[in-house]
Each structure stands twice: as C-alpha cells, then as structure tokens.
C-alpha cells in the first residue's frame, strides 16, 4: 500500500456476521483496506461475496459485527445515530443504482439537498463548477421525472460532488443505464476523480465500469481475495476467471 | 378469493388498525347515543315509579279559572270507593329556590328542585321520615337526605328562600327519603306544610292535584268515570289521547296511566336528547366514511403489484372487486363488535364531556340492548363496504401487466369528477336551503333533507377541493422554507404532491369544522343582532332577569320603593288565541289564530322602551283594549278600532278593541295585552323580567349601588345593567356554541385519526425516499419534522376549507333568514382564525405516530425497499 498518500476511508478488521449458529453467515471476515484521496476504487465479486456490505458498512448506512470503520480522522464504529447522519451529509456523498432523487425537488434542489439539509448555503463557485461538469445546465429546474435515467444519475452523481465529501460511495450507478449513458456517467465520475480529486469507491459487477477505476478489489466470501490496480476490461475478466478457478 | 383476503388482513395488521379505528369511533359514537338514552331512560322509569308510588287515582287540575277547591277534596271524599284522599300543591320546579350557606341558590341548569306539599298520609306519600320531624307549621320544611347531604343542609336550622311570592324563611325540620333508596337522579325535593307552599307560589286555597286511595269496593275504572263527571268535566269524546273538550277541570288518571305519563314525559325528553346526540354521531360517522374510503383508495395504490400478478395468474376483475369487498366486510364485522364496546365506554365518557360543558346527567346503568347492536352491526357494515366500493371498482381495473410495471394511474382526475361535484354542491345548498326555508312539514322531514343536502354538499365539496388542495397547501407552507429550509419545503411538496388524497383527507376536517365555524358565524350574527335589538328598543338602565323566567313581583315592589329608582315595569309573556277569521284563509279554516303575547305597565312603557309604534299608543291599553304587531294586522286583515277576539281558557271569548299598531322590537311580542286580561290567561305570579329606570336625581353610582344592594337578596336572579345584559346574552350564546363545538369534536377527532392514518401510509409508500433522505444526511428529528408538518399542512388545509365553506354557508343562511328574525351579519374572524391555527397544531400532534415510525426506519432496508 502506497504509505506517501492520506486515506479518506477504510476498515481495521472489519466483520459483519448475520444470524448464529447454524445460520450464522460471515458476510465480512476480517476485511482491513483503505481507500487514498483521489483514487477511484472499484469493488467486484459475486453474489454474496461482501461487496454491498461492505460498502454499506463503509458509508455509515450499517454497523459492524466487529472492527473499525474511518471517514477521513473519524472512526464511525463509535458514533451516535445523530452524528453518523451528519456524517453522511458532510463527508460521504452517495449514487444508487436507482431511486436517486427525491420525486418533489427539482435537479438542482436534489444537488443542494445534503447542504440544505445542513442549512449550509453552497459554495456558489463550488455548485458551478459541479453544475457545468454534469452538462445540465438547461435542466437544473426540471423534476426527475422529466428527466431521462442517465440525466438523474448525473444529477445524483453531481448532488454527491456538491458537498466536497471525503469519499463517494457509488451502488451499481450504472446498473440500470444503457451502455452508452453508463459510459457517460463512468466518463463523469472519472473526470470528477481527476480534476477534482475526488474519492470514489464503487460497487460494481461490470467489468467495463470497473475499468474506469485506478484499482480494483476482488472480494469473496467476505473476504479480500484479490487487487489489481490501474485494471483494463481484459485483465479484470482475467482476474474474475482466475477467482472462479482458484 | 376469500382465504385471500382473510390473509391479506392477517398480514396487514396495522392497515386493519389504521382502517378499523375509524369504524370503530364512528360506530362507537352511534351506540354511545343508544346507551346514554336508553340508560337514562331505565334510571328515569324507575323515577317514575317512585314519584306515582302507592297512589291509586289521580285527580290534576287543569283549569286555572276553575280550579279544585276544598268542596272537590270533599266530595272525592264522600265518594263509595274512596278510602282515602289527599289535596296537594306542587311547583313544576325551581320556582321555590333554597338559599345555602355560602349564600348561593343551586344551580338551575342541572336536575330541578321540586317543592310540594308534604302529606302524613302513608300510602299517598312517596316519601319517608328519616330524621327529625314532618313539616307541621308554617314555615317549616323537609329536604330529601340526597340533597341535605349535597347541599350540605342542616336540620334544625332555618334557611331562607326566594319564592314566587318573595323572600321567606323556614327551618328545616327533618329530611326524609324518597322512594326506596332515595334515587332522585340529583333532584332536589323539598316538603312543605300545605299553607306555606301555597303562600310560597302564590296560589289561594286550592289543590294542583288530589291524590286519592280507594278501599277496592268499587272498581277502578269506574271510580274514575265517576269522579270525572262528579268534578264537573264534559264527556271525553277520546280518553286515550291528550286532547281534552273545552272546559275540562281534571284530568283523573289511574296508576298505570298516570306512571305511563310520567315515563312517557320523561323518555320525550331523552328522546330527543338522544336524538340530538345521534345526529352529531352520524356527523361523525359521516366523517368516518371518508376516512375508511381514503384508506382503501390508498391501499389499493399500495398493492397494485400484486393485484396486477393476480390478474396475470387468471383472477377476473370481477373475484378482486369480490376480495377487496370481503375484505372490507371483515374489516365492517370486526371493527363494529370492537365499535360497540367502545360505545359504552364512549357514552360515559360523553356524560363526562357534557358535565365539562354545563349539562350536567344523572347516572345510568349500561343498557345495551339487541336493537343497539343489531343497529352498529348493519352500520359498521354498511359503511365500511360503502368506503370500499370504489376502491374496489379501481382495484379490478389494475391491468395484468402491473404486475411488471408495477404503476398505473389509479387516479384519474377527470373532468366528470368536478362536473359531479359541481351538481352535488349545487343540490347540496338546494337541499339545504329548501329544508330549512321551504314549506317543509314536520320536524323529521326538515331534517331529512337538510340531511341528505349536507351529505350531497360535503361530498361535491370533497370532489371539487382537489382542485384548490393543492394551491392552498403551497400557500399554507409557504412560511414553512425559512422556518425550517429544507424539511419545511419538502412537508409542503409531500401535502401538495397529490392533491386527492390531500383533499379526501382534509375534507373529513373540513366537514367538522365547517360546521363549528357555520354556527360561530350565525352565533356572532345573532350577537350582533340582539345587541343592536336590545340597545334600540330597551332605554332602561337596568334589568332583573332569572334563568327560567321566574322574577318574583317582590322585585318590583323593592325597585318602586327605592327613591333611586324612575319608572319600573315587570314584563310578562304568554301564548294566547284569538278567534279571528285570517285574511287569507281559505273557507272553512275556522283554526284559532295563536300568538305570543306580552304585558307589563304601558304608563312606563315610553320611559323604559322604544315600541315602535306607527299608529295610536300603548297608554291607551286597558283590559277591553289591546295594541297588535303590524304583522298580525295583516294576517288577520285588521287595523286600528277593529276588534282582536281574545279567547279565555274556559272558552269564552273577550272582545279587544285594538288601539295601537306597532313595527317588531324583539322584546315586543305580537299581541300587547294590559295586566289584568293577562292575568285572565295564564296562572303565571312572576314577571319573565323586570326593567327599570334610574331616577334621575340620583348619581348613577348610588343608584347602582341601591341595584345591587337589593339585587344581593336574591341570589337566583340577574341584577345587571342594560350593558351587561347584553353581554352576558352574547356569552350565552358563546356557552352554547360550546356545546355544539364539544359535540362536534367527536368528528374533528376522527377527522384529526384520518389524517394520522393518511400519514401512516404515505410514509409506508416513500419508505425509499425517506430512506434516500436519511442516507444523504437527513436527521431523524428533521425527518420527523418534515412529517409533523406535513401533517399540520393538511390539517390547515382542512381547516382553511371548512372556514371557508362555513362563513359561506353562514352568508347564504343569514341572508334566507328572514330579517324579523336575523338582519345583522356578523363574522368572527378572530375566532374562525383561532380555530384554523388549533385545527394545525392538533394535526401536529396527530402525525406523531407516523413521524416517529419514519424516523426509526433502518436507512438500509428503506432504500431497498419495494
């Protein structure tokens, strides 16, 4: 692990387990990673492997079993419910696969909606430069509804730029999109990485969106089986054949 | 289908609460009026039974001119058959008032106090000794133990009274009790000697009633047939109705006939006052029904994937209207088998609500009988499936491939929806209107249309309200974004985002609270109007007036006497008939025409009020002369110098001539008739008011304060000056709409239960959004805000149409109320205002439930809920 570079999130000996007993399931076993500032980390691995856990765990949505969890300087293992929600809404920003936007708020109300959450007024240079980036500009007053799918994923991408979080954390953000929008949402939260050194951890089963990441996590039965950094498309199918085999 | 419908309310328990607890209260407000009544009714048989007692014949008095006389007692006495008999005298109630020791008279508003004659003998006496002695003296009297004991009235001591005739004093010499277990229902009895009762209520020496034992010699019946011919009464062409042929002196009665009379006056009453308290059950009930339909509609929505899946698999349209109707069905059973042991709670909670504003019951057992319940049962029932029938009709019109879609628009807002909420509102005011100003006969009539024109008025006015929910809940939230950002602006989308539900859900409010602002508005109309009627036809500058129109002439006598005081008249008012031919009648009609009348001393009249008279004078009134409404001079086609035909009780006619036209005052009746003539007609001792004129060469403050002095011996009556009259009138009427509004909260609490249910299942749909918000830095508390508040926004909007829709309806109805009657229009806005504001805060407090469930929803499984 590159030691010169800050973490923005990770994990200390991360367990998540369901049930007991008979039916106890291990969905993290003892998962230490880290994830840099400005790197776009793409997580893979089958079904039941860890991966939603993990990142669920990750952005505060759900509690470990055992082991530490940190945003930034914070280990959210030891926040109140109050704290981890204002956590959430300053320091993590996050992209569904779907359901995104709130149906009653505008675009650009559901870019702002963590800031208004927060009764902080956004940083207008900040917003703009989010705004143009995400190319809505003509759209900003329009209701999801009248948006396409991969308009709202923009818009939810942009809404978790707005607040400048310590790290995204990105579901299946292309898992309802076409190929071509799905392209362009990854072409969006690549440059996001790039020009603004965005943190950006994704969750993804799809080897070509996770090509568009600096690194990628293999996980399988709760646990970190493998990584490839700088992946392309081949070498990550490479890898998942591999894992499959081994 | 069925066993399907069984397991969807199996899985859907809180729906099933959510659903049910609507019924429940609405049925549970039906059955309370059922128990209340018929309760009250069996502790009042009872009564009955106790105060008839042993009594075997009943002889009444009947004619004030002819009354029983001693020579009556004795010829009962003489009569084979008689063994014993017994002349008695008793107030109707209240007219002979106790002063207690805290110097108060008791409360004329709850149960009466009776006064009576007291009687040694055993069998016609209801009554028996507990302590001390019988009243045997003037001026002594006995107190039922109950009322010693509530009042805190000691033996032995001497107590003063107001009385028709006055102030007296007695002492108390004993108590007794009545009946059994002395069940008075809270009444105050009061034994006295025959002489002193009769000098109490002013009455020479004669009996109300004779109260008669027989020695069984003579059958009963013809005891009775006897006795009524003995007492000088023609023939009864018809004993068993209540009529009685002109000039009968007596009604004589049997026990059996004359407990059925005392039961049969008291059921009147609960009759009526049950019905009363139905009527607002069904308001709520009414209420209930949009609440129930509201909650299906939304179900409905809910489960639309899975009704799409059923239709995929092969259900007709026809088995999933089948299943959602079943399934209200069971909803109906359930709920009204819960609704009718809520009902009996409900009724003593009721009695409880009643006593908090001044009607105060006596206690009852629970009665519950067949007919109450087999009644809940077929309106539970009846309700719940009516609710459910266009829920149900939407629901097998779900198409299969919902079942992948999982949308459809169920609610179609087309433009037959207002063109039918237009018509019914529309016939609604028709209805309405025509049943409260048309030629409607009978009570029962005016009230079924009246209530079919509410039911057709409130629901075009529900259909029409998702036209404006919408706008005004943007309006009404409009303060909400700088209070409270963005929680604030989204509970306002939320209550704007569907505007029919928002509207069917405010309209049960709109409802309750349309009413209370309908009669808010009539009751300042009539404020206004009483106000201006008393300080433009009353100059006097003060006013003795008693609960029930019972001021003792004594009052008079002490103004008169005081230097203090100018010109002072007592005022009475009767009914009368007259036999005149009407100016209109058709031939034939040879019906009497009836009136009210009025009488007092016409020499003050022009000091103390303005009579509008347009032709003669009042001065010229005397007991062969009498001054009329310009409104029955035009009945009745006559005008001054005609002559009135005053018809005396024993049929004997009196001519008038007339001498005076005057225009309508309010405190004027129709007919103005001297003292004396009064005295003709009616029985009555005491003024229904007396008024009086400073005598100006004293100050204002010595005056009032000679007022008050003599105003401090008589604690039961009213000493105030004309100013405080009218303000104590106007919070009278506050004090009844009190009444009506705590009657009405019944449905504004259902109303307050509908939107709680309506929030309940909002937040169950944007279980996802909620979970968004949460997930994107949403605290619980703003979450729970967003909810409270979206709440109260529906709750306002409710309130904003029911004020709205109430001044309006306030508006037509004091316009359509003729002007003799109601001319000034008056709108409390302040109150109206007060209202709207309480009806949002308790709409705050209604979505405490539902926003606490939102806030504890785990963030994870909200957003990958389905």
Same mark, same amino acid.
């Given at each position: 692990?590159?030691?010169?570079?800050? *973490?923005?999130?990770?994990?200390?000996?991360?367990?998540?387990?369901?049930?007991?007993?008979?039916?106890?399931?291990?969905?993290?076993?003892?998962?230490?990673?880290?994830?840099?500032?400005?790197?776009?980390?793409?997580?893979?691995?089958?079904?039941?492997?860890?991966?939603?856990?993990?990142?669920?765990?990750?952005?505060?949505?759900?509690?470990?079993?055992?082991?530490?969890?940190?945003?930034?300087?914070?280990?959210?293992?030891?926040?109140?419910?109050?704290?981890?929600?204002?956590?959430?809404?300053?320091?993590?920003?996050?992209?569904?696969?779907?359901?995104?936007?709130?149906?009653?708020?505008?675009?650009?109300?559901?870019?702002?909606?963590?800031?208004?959450?927060?009764?902080?007024?956004?940083?207008?240079?900040?917003?703009?430069?989010?705004?143009?980036?995400?190319?809505?500009?003509?759209?900003?007053?329009?209701?999801?509804?009248?948006?396409?799918?991969?308009?709202?994923?923009?818009?939810?991408?942009?809404?978790?730029?707005? %607040?400048?979080?310590?790290?995204?954390?990105?579901?299946?953000?292309?898992?309802?999109?076409? %190929?071509?929008?799905?392209?362009?949402?990854?072409?969006?939260?690549?440059? *996001?990485?790039?020009?603004?050194?965005?943190?950006?951890?994704?969750?993804?089963?799809?080897?070509?969106?996770?090509?568009?990441?600096?690194?990628?996590?293999?996980?399988?039965?709760?646990?970190?089986?493998?990584?490839?950094?700088?992946?392309?498309?081949?070498?990550?199918?490479?890898?998942?054949?591999?894992?499959?085999?081994? | 289908?069925?066993?399907?419908?069984?397991?969807?309310?199996?899985?859907?328990?809180?729906?099933?609460?959510?659903?049910?607890?609507?019924?429940?209260?609405?049925?549970?407000?039906?059955?309370?009026?059922?128990?209340?009544?018929?309760?009250?009714?069996?502790?009042?048989?009872?009564?009955?039974?106790?105060?008839?007692?042993?009594?075997?014949?009943?002889?009444?008095?009947?004619?004030?001119?002819?009354?029983?006389?001693?020579?009556?007692?004795?010829?009962?006495?003489?009569?084979?058959?008689?063994?014993?008999?017994?002349?008695?005298?008793?107030?109707?109630?209240?007219?002979?008032?106790?002063?207690?020791?805290?110097?108060?008279?008791?409360?004329?508003?709850?149960?009466?106090?009776?006064?009576?004659?007291?009687?040694?003998? %055993?069998?016609?006496?209801?009554?028996?000794?507990?302590?001390?002695?019988?009243?045997?003296?003037?001026?002594?009297?006995?107190?039922?133990?109950?009322?010693?004991?509530?009042?805190?009235?000691?033996?032995?001591?001497?107590?003063?009274?107001?009385?028709?005739?006055?102030?007296?004093?007695?002492?108390?010499?004993?108590?007794?009790?009545?009946?059994?277990?002395?069940?008075?229902?809270?009444?105050?009895?009061?034994?006295?000697?025959?002489?002193?009762?009769?000098?109490?209520?002013?009455?020479?020496?004669?009996?109300?009633?004779?109260?008669?034992?027989?020695?069984?010699?003579?059958?009963?019946?013809?005891?009775?047939?006897?006795?009524?011919?003995?007492?000088?009464?023609?023939?009864?062409?018809?004993?068993?109705?209540?009529?009685?042929?002109?000039?009968?002196?007596?009604?004589?009665?049997?026990?059996?006939?004359?407990?059925?009379?005392?039961?049969?006056?008291?059921?009147?009453?609960?009759?009526?006052?049950?019905?009363?308290?139905?009527?607002? *059950?069904?308001?709520?009930?009414?209420?209930?029904?949009?609440?129930?339909?509201?909650?299906?509609?939304?179900?409905?929505?809910?489960?639309?994937?899975?009704?799409?899946?059923?239709?995929?698999?092969?259900?007709?349209?026809?088995?999933?209207?089948?299943?959602?109707?079943?399934?209200?069905?069971?909803?109906?059973?359930?709920?009204?088998?819960?609704?009718?042991?809520?009902?009996?709670?409900?009724?003593?909670?009721?009695?409880?609500?009643?006593?908090?504003?001044?009607?105060?019951?006596?206690?009852?057992?629970?009665?519950?009988?067949?007919?109450?319940?087999?009644?809940?049962?077929?309106?539970?029932?009846?309700?719940?499936?009516?609710?459910?029938?266009?829920?149900?009709?939407?629901? %097998?019109?779900?198409?299969?491939?919902?079942?992948?879609?999982?949308?459809?628009?169920?609610?179609?807002?087309?433009?037959?929806?207002?063109?039918?909420?237009?018509?019914?509102?529309?016939?609604?005011?028709?209805?309405?209107?025509?049943?409260?100003?048309?030629?409607?006969?009978?009570?029962?009539?005016?009230?079924?249309?009246?209530?079919?024109?509410?039911?057709?008025?409130?629901?075009?006015?529900?259909?029409?309200?998702?036209?404006?929910?919408?706008?005004?809940?943007?309006?009404?939230?409009?303060?909400?974004?700088?209070?409270?950002?963005?929680?604030?602006?989204?509970?306002?989308?939320?209550?704007?985002?569907?505007?029919?539900?928002?509207?069917?859900?405010?309209?049960?409010?709109?409802?309750?609270?349309?009413?209370?602002?309908?009669?808010?508005?009539?009751?300042?109309?009539?404020?206004? #109007?009483?106000?201006?009627?008393?300080?433009?036809?009353?100059?006097?500058?003060?006013?003795?007036?008693?609960?029930?129109?019972?001021?003792?002439?004594?009052?008079?006598?002490?103004?008169?006497?005081?230097?203090?005081?100018?010109?002072?008249?007592?005022?009475?008012?009767?009914?009368?008939?007259?036999?005149?031919?009407?100016?209109?009648?058709?031939?034939?009609?040879?019906?009497?025409?009836?009136?009210?009348?009025?009488?007092?001393?016409?020499?003050?009249?022009?000091?103390?009020?303005?009579?509008?008279?347009?032709?003669?004078?009042?001065?010229?009134?005397?007991?062969?002369?009498?001054?009329?409404?310009?409104?029955?001079?035009?009945?009745?086609?006559?005008?001054?110098?005609?002559?009135?035909?005053?018809?005396?009780?024993?049929?004997?006619?009196?001519?008038?001539?007339?001498?005076?036209?005057?225009?309508?005052?309010?405190?004027?009746?129709?007919?103005?008739?001297?003292?004396?003539?009064?005295?003709?007609?009616?029985?009555?001792?005491?003024?229904?008011?007396?008024?009086?004129?400073?005598?100006?060469?004293?100050?204002? #403050?010595?005056?009032?304060?000679?007022?008050?002095?003599?105003?401090?011996?008589?604690?039961?009556?009213?000493?105030?000056?004309?100013?405080?009259?009218?303000?104590?009138?106007?919070?009278?009427?506050?004090?009844?709409?009190?009444?009506?509004?705590?009657?009405?909260?019944?449905?504004?609490?259902?109303?307050?239960?509908?939107?709680?249910?309506?929030?309940?299942?909002?937040?169950?749909?944007?279980?996802?959004?909620?979970?968004?918000?949460?997930?994107?830095?949403?605290?619980?508390?703003?979450?729970?805000?967003?909810?409270?508040?979206?709440?109260?926004?529906?709750?306002?909007?409710?309130?904003?149409?029911?004020?709205?829709?109430?001044?309006?309806?306030?508006?037509?109805?004091?316009?359509?109320?003729?002007?003799?009657?109601?001319?000034?229009?008056?709108?409390?806005?302040?109150?109206?205002?007060?209202?709207?504001?309480?009806?949002?805060?308790?709409?705050?407090?209604?979505?405490?439930?539902?926003?606490?469930?939102?806030?504890?929803?785990?963030?994870?499984?909200?957003?990958?809920?389905?």
């Amino acid at each position: 692990m590159d030691t010169a570079t800050i *973490a923005a999130a990770g994990t200390i000996q991360a367990s998540k387990i369901y049930g007991s007993g008979d039916t106890e399931v291990r969905a993290l076993d003892d998962v230490t990673v880290s994830f840099d500032q400005g790197q776009f980390t793409a997580i893979m691995g089958p079904s039941g492997s860890g991966k939603s856990t993990l990142m669920h765990c990750l952005a505060g949505l759900d509690r470990l079993t055992s082991g530490h969890v940190m945003v930034g300087e914070t280990n959210i293992s030891q926040l109140s419910e109050k704290d981890l929600t204002l956590l959430r809404r300053t320091k993590i920003g996050f992209v569904f696969q779907a359901f995104n936007l709130i149906p009653t708020l505008t675009a650009i109300e559901n870019i702002t909606l963590p800031l208004d959450l927060g009764r902080n007024s956004p940083d207008k240079e900040l917003l703009d430069e989010v705004v143009n980036a995400v190319g809505l500009a003509d759209r900003l007053s329009h209701k999801p509804n009248e948006l396409s799918g991969g308009q709202q994923q923009r818009v939810a991408v942009a809404r978790a730029l707005a %607040s400048r979080p310590d790290v995204i954390f990105a579901d299946e953000p292309t898992g309802n999109l076409d %190929s071509q929008t799905g392209a362009e949402i990854l072409d969006f939260m690549r440059r *996001a990485v790039n020009e603004f050194g965005q943190t950006i951890v994704m969750v993804t089963h799809d080897p070509i969106a996770a090509a568009y990441a600096d690194r990628v996590l293999f996980l399988a039965d709760g646990r970190i089986v493998s990584e490839l950094v700088d992946p392309t498309t081949d070498s990550i199918l490479e890898s998942l054949r591999n894992a499959s085999h081994g | 289908m069925l066993r399907l419908s069984l397991k969807n309310l199996a899985a859907n328990k809180i729906r099933l609460a959510l659903t049910g607890l609507a019924i429940v209260l609405g049925v549970g407000f039906v059955v309370s009026s059922f128990v209340l009544r018929d309760g009250l009714k069996e502790s009042f048989a009872g009564l009955s039974e106790d105060i008839v007692g042993n009594v075997d014949i009943s002889v009444a008095s009947l004619l004030d001119s002819d009354p029983l006389t001693e020579a009556d007692l004795e010829m009962i006495l003489d009569t084979p058959g008689v063994r014993v008999a017994v002349g008695g005298v008793g107030g109707d109630g209240n007219e002979i008032q106790p002063i207690k020791d805290d110097g108060t008279t008791i409360a004329t508003q709850g149960p009466p106090q009776v006064a009576f004659s007291w009687t040694d003998e %055993s069998q016609l006496n209801p009554n028996e000794l507990v302590d001390g002695r019988a009243p045997g003296g003037p001026d002594e009297w006995i107190i039922d133990i109950g009322a010693a004991d509530r009042h805190d009235f000691v033996v032995g001591r001497t107590y003063d009274f107001i009385t028709p005739a006055g102030r007296a004093s007695a002492e108390l010499v004993g108590t007794f009790r009545f009946g059994a277990d002395n069940t008075t229902n809270g009444a105050t009895l009061m034994g006295f000697d025959l002489d002193s009762i009769r000098g109490y209520l002013q009455k020479g020496e004669v009996y109300d009633s004779i109260s008669i034992g027989i020695d069984g010699s003579v059958p009963v019946s013809e005891l009775e047939s006897t006795l009524s011919s003995a007492l000088g009464n023609p023939p009864d062409p018809d004993p068993d109705d209540d009529e009685f042929p002109d000039g009968t002196r007596a009604e004589v009665q049997n026990r059996a006939d004359l407990q059925a009379d005392v039961t049969g006056q008291f059921n009147q009453a609960l009759d009526i006052f049950g019905g009363v308290l139905l009527a607002f *059950a069904l308001i709520a009930l009414f209420v209930s029904i949009f609440i129930i339909a509201n909650t299906f509609s939304i179900v409905t929505g809910q489960r639309i994937r899975e009704l799409g899946l059923l239709r995929a698999v092969g259900a007709t349209p026809s088995q999933i209207r089948r299943s959602v109707l079943i399934e209200s069905a069971f909803i109906g059973i359930i709920a009204s088998l819960v609704g009718i042991a809520a009902g009996v709670g409900i009724a003593f909670g009721m009695r409880e609500l009643l006593g908090a504003v001044g009607v105060d019951l006596p206690s009852f057992g629970v009665v519950l009988k067949p007919a109450t319940i087999i009644t809940a049962l077929v309106v539970g029932i009846f309700v719940t499936m009516l609710s459910a029938i266009l829920p149900a009709i939407k629901a %097998s019109r779900v198409a299969p491939i919902t079942a992948i879609t999982g949308s459809a628009d169920l609610e179609s807002n087309s433009i037959g929806r207002y063109v039918i909420g237009t018509i019914l509102t529309a016939l609604g005011v028709g209805g309405m209107m025509l049943a409260l100003f048309g030629n409607a006969d009978g009570v029962t009539q005016i009230l079924s249309i009246l209530g079919a024109g509410a039911v057709a008025l409130f629901v075009g006015l529900t259909l029409l309200s998702s036209l404006v929910a919408a706008p005004i809940a943007r309006i009404i939230g409009l303060p909400l974004g700088p209070l409270f950002k963005r929680p604030g602006t989204l509970a306002t989308d939320n209550a704007a985002r569907n505007p029919r539900r928002t509207a069917t859900t405010a309209a049960a409010l709109m409802i309750g609270l349309s009413l209370v602002s309908l009669a808010m508005v009539l009751g300042d109309s009539l404020k206004s #109007e009483f106000t201006k009627v008393l300080e433009n036809s009353v100059q006097a500058d003060y006013l003795v007036t008693s609960d029930l129109a019972i001021t003792p002439l004594e009052v008079v006598d002490r103004l008169e006497a005081d230097p203090s005081f100018g010109a002072v008249t007592p005022l009475f008012y009767w009914g009368a008939d007259f036999d005149n031919q009407r100016a209109d009648a058709a031939a034939g009609n040879d019906d009497l025409y009836e009136t009210d009348i009025v009488a007092l001393d016409y020499t003050k009249a022009d000091e103390l009020f303005n009579f509008a008279v347009t032709d003669g004078d009042l001065v010229d009134i005397t007991d062969s002369t009498t001054a009329i409404r310009d409104t029955v001079a035009e009945d009745l086609g006559l005008g001054m110098g005609d002559v009135l035909n005053l018809k005396l009780e024993d049929g004997s006619i009196v001519p008038l001539e007339i001498v005076a036209i005057f225009e309508d005052t309010a405190i004027s009746s129709s007919v103005m008739l001297s003292v004396g003539r009064f005295n003709d007609i009616s029985d009555q001792v005491t003024a229904d008011w007396v008024a009086a004129k400073r005598n100006l060469e004293v100050s204002a #403050e010595d005056a009032d304060a000679a007022f008050a002095a003599i105003g401090a011996d008589y604690p039961n009556l009213s000493f105030d000056s004309s100013a405080t009259f009218r303000e104590n009138l106007a919070s009278q009427i506050d004090g009844f709409l009190n009444v009506l509004t705590a009657l009405l909260g019944l449905a504004i609490f259902i109303a307050l239960i509908g939107i709680a249910n309506t929030l309940a299942l909002s937040v169950f749909e944007r279980t996802r959004e909620i979970g968004l918000l949460r997930a994107v830095g949403m605290t619980r508390r703003q979450t729970r805000r967003m909810i409270r508040w979206e709440a109260a926004i529906i709750s306002a909007v409710g309130a904003v149409l029911g004020a709205v829709v109430g001044v309006i309806l306030g508006i037509i109805m004091v316009q359509a109320i003729p002007d003799e009657f109601l001319s000034e229009f008056s709108i409390p806005w302040i109150r109206i205002l007060v209202m709207v504001g309480i009806a949002a805060i308790a709409g705050l407090f209604a979505a405490l439930f539902p926003a606490f469930r939102s806030s504890r929803m785990n963030v994870l499984d909200a957003i990958s809920h389905n």
